[in-house]
Nanobody, 123 residues
Framework: VQLQACGGGLVQAGGSLRLSCAAS????????MGWFRQAPGKEREFVAA????????AYADSVKGRFTISRDNAKNTVYLQMNSLKPEDTAVYYC?????????????????WGQGTLVTVSS
């Protein structure tokens, strides 16, 4: 699976962004999808995950209630709607694909990764 993330940018605190990740190469609906982020000098961390059909989702505590993950299998795309953004949300955001929906918070669980898109939240 090839993954292409986009939608990052510069936004003021309290603002919103929607990230998109388009998949190609394999049957998209066979993969659970996740979003991760990596801030400068920090390890990559889990943000959100969604199961194959979208019926199950999971979020990191730090984004729960502010971010929403969704997918459109007809468009081979997963989204991350980010509201009420904070400066600490500043990071490169990565989408990833996993043939299972089990240990979705673990970086090593995922089979394919996109290239990342930078989100910068100013205070």
């Amino acid at each position: 699976v090839q993954l292409q993330a986009c939608g990052g940018g510069l936004v003021q605190a309290g603002g919103s962004l929607r990230l998109s990740c388009a998949a190609s190469g394999r049957t998209f609906s066979n993969y659970a999808m996740g979003w991760f982020r990596q801030a400068p000098g920090k390890e990559r961390e889990f943000v959100a995950a969604i199961s194959w059909g979208g019926g199950n989702t999971a979020y990191a505590d730090s984004v729960k209630g502010r971010f929403t993950i969704s997918r459109d299998n007809a468009k081979n795309t997963v989204y991350l709607q980010m509201n009420s953004l904070k400066p600490e949300d500043t990071a490169v955001y990565y989408c990833a694909a996993d043939r299972r929906y089990s240990d979705y918070e673990r970086v090593g669980e995922y089979d394919y990764w996109g290239q990342g898109t930078l989100v910068t939240v100013s205070s």
